[in-house]
Structure formats: structure tokens, C-alpha cells
């Protein structure tokens, strides 16, 4: 008698709080609540990782712009970085031969007379350089004329000729050459052409490092201006 009377108790306590058999806090039998809020953190304080909401737009970095003949600049690094061992003129020394800093200008204001050689069919002449022992000449590669590809360097007196065709075209816009270990440049402070000395910087394989200042550089350049 006393458990009937105690199971019609729990029946009327449930009637009278309006919740039907089996129903909780307004959720059906078996169903989790569903939060509406946005989830603060990764994980709740039972340990469950939340979901994340979907992204709907992610900003993608551009890609670098493709280097032209007009923006690469002088390979800094090299003079900075890098120790050359000797050098035979400081960068703002005149320069015995012609009493001032390198004599800079256009590769078509050369006289002909003056190139090495002649350069391979359909390249052009893209830049001669001249210091106190070498000659250099740069050909561009087959019908592009802004392209630089061969290296022909010289010795005056004969004794030595130095050519490599660059496989890598952006370290050549920077008149960059290596083989074998060797590695060749045509440096120019493009930022103050008409108060500082370019060189001739050639690096060995064995560590060794020496640069010529240049007397004369032409190159081809469209929209560079010399003083």
C-alpha cells in the first residue's frame, strides 16, 4: 500500500509541474541540447572540441610581380655580406686612368670597335665593362634583348678569357655568372651612379675574392639614367 501511494505522489508532483512523462527542461527524450551562442573557445569545460564556423573568405598574399629590367637592382648582398679580399680602388676614389668614379652610360653609345667579339646570332650586345686588367662583354639572350645570358670576360694582355652562358635568368638580370665554382658580377650602385665606382667582383673557389673597379660600364637599360 505505502509504494502505490508513493508512486501516485510522483505522478501528481509531475502533472502539476506541467512536464509530461519522460521530457526535460522542454527537450524530447534522448536529444542534446543545441547551443545557440558562439562557441568563445576551442574546447568546452567537458573536454569536447567545438566545431569551428566556416570560413567564408580568406585573403591570399599576392605573388611577388615578375622582375623587369627596370627594378632589379645591384646584388647588395654581395657587397655587404660578402668579403672580397682584395680591391684596388675605395668606391668614391677617382680612378687614376680618367680622374673620376666609374664613367657610366648607355650600351648604345659603345663604339662597335670596342666589344670583345661579336655576339652569337640573334643576341645583341647587353653590357661592356672595362677595369684596370679585364674587359667584359655580356650578350643577351636570342631574341630578347633585355635579357643578359653570355659572359665573356678577357684579360687585356691576353693571358686569360673567361665565357659562361647563364642557365639562371634572375641572377643574370643582376649580372650574375657562375661556373665551376666561379662566380662573377657586375656591380653597380644604381642609387648614386655618378658619384660612386662599379666593380668587377670575381670570387674562387677557393675563398679568394677580388674586385676591380670599372673605368667604363655600358649597359642596356631602358628608363635608367647616367650622369
Not at 576551442?42 to 580568406?58: E, L, W, Y
Request: aromatic fraction near 8%; charge should be negative.
Amino acid at each position: 500500500m505505502n509504494q502505490r501511494i508513493w508512486a501516485i505522489s510522483i505522478g501528481l508532483s509531475l502533472a502539476s509541474c506541467g512536464l509530461p512523462n519522460g521530457q526535460h527542461n522542454g527537450q524530447p527524450n534522448g536529444q542534446s541540447e543545441v547551443q545557440s551562442q558562439p562557441v568563445q573557445s576551442r574546447q568546452s569545460n567537458a573536454g569536447v572540441v567545438s566545431p569551428q564556423p566556416a570560413v567564408d573568405h580568406i585573403a591570399a598574399t599576392p605573388p611577388p610581380a615578375s622582375p623587369s629590367i627596370e627594378t632589379v637592382q645591384a646584388p647588395q648582398f654581395l657587397a655587404q655580406e660578402t668579403s672580397i679580399s682584395q680591391q684596388d680602388y675605395e668606391p668614391t676614389a677617382p680612378l687614376p686612368a680618367t680622374g673620376q668614379v666609374t664613367i657610366r652610360d648607355h650600351i648604345r653609345n659603345l663604339d662597335p670597335d670596342r666589344l670583345i667579339t661579336d655576339c652569337p646570332s640573334d643576341s645583341a650586345p647587353y653590357a661592356f665593362a672595362e677595369s684596370t686588367h679585364y674587359r667584359v662583354q655580356i650578350c643577351s639572350e636570342e631574341y630578347d634583348p633585355w635579357q643578359p645570358k653570355y659572359y665573356l670576360q678577357q684579360a687585356k694582355d691576353g693571358s686569360e678569357e673567361l665565357r659562361i652562358t647563364s642557365s639562371d635568368p634572375a641572377e643574370a638580370r643582376q649580372l650574375i655568372f657562375q661556373s665551376e665554382g666561379h662566380t662573377h658580377i657586375l656591380y653597380r650602385d644604381a642609387t648614386r651612379p655618378g658619384e660612386v665606382n662599379a666593380y668587377l667582383q670575381m670570387f674562387m673557389p677557393d675563398g679568394d675574392s677580388y674586385a676591380e673597379a670599372l673605368l667604363y660600364f655600358y649597359e642596356a637599360s631602358s628608363g635608367e639614367t647616367f650622369e
